[in-house]
């Protein structure tokens, strides 16, 4: 891979050092909009820390993020370079000191998904792709799952700030059940799209996720043989955030597969 993925790699480990740190420590917890929506200081520390030393690799880059109101793609993102960053994803995981939560560094390159890193401190997991060049689980290449949906587990989110999504979730769900080996969540969305890259998990969907939450898990996972869409089956815009289904090579060549489409058409979008 490039030497510039090596580089956002060491960030996202040295990102990781900082959350390591974290228990034993005062958090600084708070609420944001909606439903069971925190942020701590870390959150914020990492971003900060990340935006600092990402400037320093590619200087022309742009930023976006989940905190300190830097969460809106404009236009002037769809040029050039765009560094999306989810400091920690899995931050509730993160204040109940629950594995995983990971730091995710998605580069774009003239608005689309050109590289992606995600580190899991707690398992030292490095997951990486650069587009093009195959996908990465602390160096060693990863394929996802040419197995069908019989011979795979699913994972799913709760959409916990949204019930009236979680209720469609749990819908969906229950048409999957009867086809898998069972359903796991584990409370981070880029760590789930890792598990489907690596062969670990066969699919994923989730009804409302932030733009952060799959900017660089898309690209290890398509690069892994992996697909990942929206609720209808469209590629995604990459330019808000979006529900999602991300499935692994062999149960994307499934064509019998719940028509996810109709129950993104239940929900109220609320």
């Known amino acids: 891979m490039d030497r510039l993925v090596h580089e956002i790699e060491q960030a996202a480990r040295e990102a990781g050092a900082i959350i390591r740190s974290a228990h034993g420590t005062e958090l600084g917890i708070e609420n944001k909009e909606g439903r069971a929506n925190f942020v701590t200081k870390y959150d914020t520390m990492v971003q900060e820390f990340l935006t600092e030393r990402l400037r320093n690799i590619l200087p022309e880059a742009r930023f976006l993020g989940e905190e300190n109101g830097m969460d809106l793609f404009t236009s002037e993102d769809a040029e ?18 629950l594995h995983p939560h990971v730091t995710s560094i998605g580069l774009f390159k003239d608005g689309q998904p050109w590289a992606g890193v995600v580190y899991a401190p707690v398992t030292d997991q490095l997951f990486s792709a650069q587009r093009g060049e195959g996908a990465y689980e602390n160096g060693v290449r990863i394929h996802s799952s040419r197995q069908g949906l019989s011979d795979n587990i699913m994972l799913t989110g709760t959409s916990g700030f949204s019930m009236s999504a979680f209720a469609v ?14 359903f796991r969540s584990t409370g981070s969305a880029e760590y789930n799209l890792c598990m489907i890259a690596s062969g670990r998990a066969g699919g994923y969907f989730e009804m409302k996720l932030g733009l952060w939450d799959f900017a660089a898990g898309s690209v290890i996972l398509e690069e892994a043989g992996g697909r990942i869409t929206d609720y ?16 692994c090579e ?8 719940p028509d996810t489409g109709a129950y993104w058409d239940m929900w109220d979008g609320k």
Do not use: M, W
């Not at 999306?84 to 000191?97: A, S």
């Not at 089956?233 to 529900?243: A, C, D, N």
């Open 169 to 182: 979730s749990q819908k969906l769900t229950y048409a999957f059940q009867e086809r898998c080996q069972g």
């Open 80 to 97: 050039g370079y765009l560094f999306v960053i989810d400091p920690i994803d899995g931050t509730t995981n993160f204040i109940h000191n």
């Open 232 to 247: 209808h089956g469209r590629p995604l815009t990459y330019r808000e955030g979006s529900g999602i289904v991300a499935l």
């Open 250 to 257: 062999g149960i994307a060549a499934d064509e019998n597969l």
